[in-house]
């Protein structure tokens, strides 16, 4: 669950928005560019002329000493249209034969070092000379409003109960409780329907998963109150990525709903600590959390875990249903081993057990190819120490890069990269968590998304169970990815409807 390295407190690992959007776009753009080799210095710089003045924007060098010229942001977004995709599939392999597997973009003050080597990758996520906390405190900062200080000292703390509570062991004793709640909030699509895809995952998701982790009285209650949340945490997700970097004075509608989350959060924490848990079930994750920290900030690492529970599962969740839908011969496939597994059960009351969930192997596959095309466009670590990758020695202070969704894209790993073919999957022993090589979604290292057990079953249950209950019927085609995020699971960029029907 950690964007792809859900470890609770960065998971969506944030850089500066003007880069995540503006970057995006230039890179694409010198994917493009017909003069991307131009030997004689070692960088270029992006000038741009912007409403009457011109400015510096950044400047990229290479292991090549290679440069060019961009144009500025306005020429750059039209450049940077990409309809079919094929152009942003080779811009990370173009941009490393042009400046070396090892790149620095410089952009808006920050250094920003590229790795693009499979064989780099371990030292990105182990090496002693990278942080992970370094790099993503700023944005925990300012999206949660937890001070440096505080979040040095109680991260470790808040990382190893959510990695204890989350083991495949729990997450079984989770699963029934979760299946219990997607049942209910299924069953309350009604009997048909047309809407959008992502928004009726989002209606069944947001308050069922709530509830799972965060304990039934703090999940929305009814139809008013679970609208209300929608809005709210959509726009906080929406807007992460530039919450991340700006002052909540430039993003009113934003900061009012982190303010609202928050309150939400305050009263989510009193209940959970005056609740009993009841002894079966066990207590919640949230109530964990509240035994270990006990200052005021407890409401903030409850919306940090609140958000790192909801961003990715949904969109990716979106995408698996999407990409099973629109191919004939996957949904046949998924729907076999579904009615075999789940036998004839009753359509509203439907038990799905892990034991179940193992002889639907082909949806798990399904998953999993969805995670690997949409994976995140970067994460990132800060340099503390001189790293040595290749000839380079990168220097302390730099963010370090690694883009999951161009590493998914390398045809060395995953022929025919830009394919949905979910049998490549029958490769990997996913039972044991070992994955496809090449396969860097979930991160690795100490860091490596605590919530990934529990991701997987979640979307493996929730795919599964609306599929079993529910016939759909796409009326759009499936949309591209947004080519404007660099951080997080991608979301579509359009709109994605569909007619459903209670079986």
């Keep these: 669950m950690d964007r792809p390295e859900r470890a609770f407190f960065g998971a969506r690992v944030v850089v500066l928005c003007t880069v995540s959007r503006c970057l995006c776009s230039c890179l694409l753009a010198l994917a493009k560019s017909s003069?991307?080799?131009?030997?004689?210095?070692?960088?270029?710089?992006?000038?741009?002329?912007?409403?009457?003045?011109?400015?510096?924007?950044?400047?990229?060098?290479?292991?090549?000493?290679?440069?060019?010229?961009?144009p500025g942001p306005r020429d750059v977004m039209a450049q940077a249209e990409d309809p079919d995709g094929s152009v942003a599939s080779q811009m990370c392999r173009q941009?490393?034969?042009?400046?070396?597997?090892?790149?620095?973009?410089?952009?808006?003050?920050?250094?920003?070092?590229?790795?693009?080597?499979?064989?780099?990758?371990r030292a990105f996520f182990t090496s002693k000379d990278v942080d992970f906390e370094q790099a993503v405190q700023e944005a925990v900062h300012n999206t949660a409003s937890i001070n440096k200080d505080c979040f040095y000292k109680t991260h470790p703390t808040c990382a190893t109960i959510i990695k204890g509570r989350l083991t495949p062991g729990n997450t079984a004793m989770l699963s029934v409780h979760l299946c219990e709640e997607f049942n209910?909030?299924?069953?309350?699509?009604?009997?048909?329907?047309?809407?959008?895809?992502?928004?009726?995952?989002?209606s069944v998701m947001y308050p069922a998963v709530m509830s799972n982790l965060l304990g039934r009285c703090n999940s929305p209650s009814n139809s008013l109150k679970r609208q209300e949340f929608l809005e709210k945490f959509t726009t906080?997700?929406?807007?992460f990525e530039y919450g991340s970097q700006l002052p909540d004075l430039?993003?009113?509608?934003?900061?009012?709903?982190k303010r609202w989350l928050l309150s939400l959060l305050r009263n989510m924490a009193i209940r959970a600590?005056?609740?009993?848990?009841?002894?079966?079930?066990?207590?919640?994750?949230?109530?964990?959390?509240?035994?270990?920290?006990?200052?005021?900030?407890?409401?903030?690492?409850?919306?940090?875990?609140?958000?790192?529970?909801?961003?990715?599962?949904?969109?990716?969740?979106?995408?698996?249903?999407?990409?099973?839908?629109?191919?004939?011969?996957?949904?046949?496939?998924?729907?076999?081993?579904?009615?075999?597994?789940?036998?004839?059960?009753?359509?509203?009351?439907?038990?799905?057990?892990?034991?179940?969930?193992?002889?639907?192997?082909?949806?798990?596959?399904?998953?999993?190819?969805a995670i690997r095309l949409r994976a995140p466009g970067a994460i990132t670590r800060k340099v503390v120490r001189p790293l040595k990758l290749q000839n380079y020695v990168i220097p302390p202070g730099d963010l370090l890069m690694l883009s999951p969704y161009w590493a998914h894209r390398n045809p060395k790993y995953f022929p025919?990269?830009?394919?949905?073919?979910?049998?490549?999957?029958?490769?990997?022993?996913?039972?044991?968590?070992?994955?496809?090589e090449g396969f860097v979604a979930f991160g690795?290292?100490?860091?490596?998304?605590?919530?990934?057990?529990?991701?997987?079953?979640?979307?493996?249950?929730?795919?599964?169970l609306i599929l079993y209950k529910f016939e759909f019927t796409p009326l759009d085609p499936i949309p591209k990815p947004s080519p404007l995020h660099l951080v997080g699971t991608q979301q579509p960029d359009g709109p994605c409807r569909v007619r459903y029907k209670h079986k």
């Excluded at 629109?326 to 359509?347: F, G, S, V």
């Design 273 to 369: 600590q005056e609740t009993l848990y009841n002894e079966n079930d066990g207590k919640t994750l949230l109530q964990h959390l509240a035994s270990a920290i006990s200052d005021k900030y407890l409401p903030n690492y409850g919306l940090l875990l609140l958000w790192a529970s909801l961003a990715n599962a949904i969109p990716i969740t979106f995408w698996a249903i999407a990409f099973i839908l629109a191919n004939p011969e996957a949904y046949k496939i998924a729907m076999d081993q579904i009615n075999i597994a789940l036998r004839d059960q009753d359509k509203e009351k439907t038990r799905v057990t892990l034991d179940d969930l193992q002889h639907m192997p082909y949806v798990k596959w399904c998953i999993m190819e």
């Design 444 to 464: 690795g290292g100490k860091n490596q998304c605590p919530g990934r057990w529990y991701a997987v079953m979640e979307l493996h249950m929730f795919v599964a």
């Design 95 to 121: 941009l490393a034969c042009s400046y070396g597997p090892v790149f620095t973009v410089v952009a808006a003050g920050k250094r920003l070092t590229f790795v693009t080597l499979n064989e780099d990758f």
């Design 184 to 202: 209910d909030h299924l069953e309350n699509l009604g009997s048909k329907g047309t809407g959008q895809l992502n928004e009726i995952i989002k």
């Design 416 to 436: 025919d990269p830009e394919d949905f073919k979910p049998e490549r999957w029958e490769m990997a022993d996913l039972e044991k968590n070992v994955h496809l």
């Design 35 to 70: 003069k991307l080799i131009e030997p004689g210095t070692s960088e270029f710089s992006c000038n741009s002329v912007d409403t009457g003045y011109r400015r510096r924007v950044g400047s990229l060098r290479g292991g090549y000493g290679h440069s060019a010229a961009i």
């Design 236 to 239: 906080y997700d929406e807007g």
């Design 250 to 257: 430039f993003l009113k509608q934003w900061a009012n709903s």
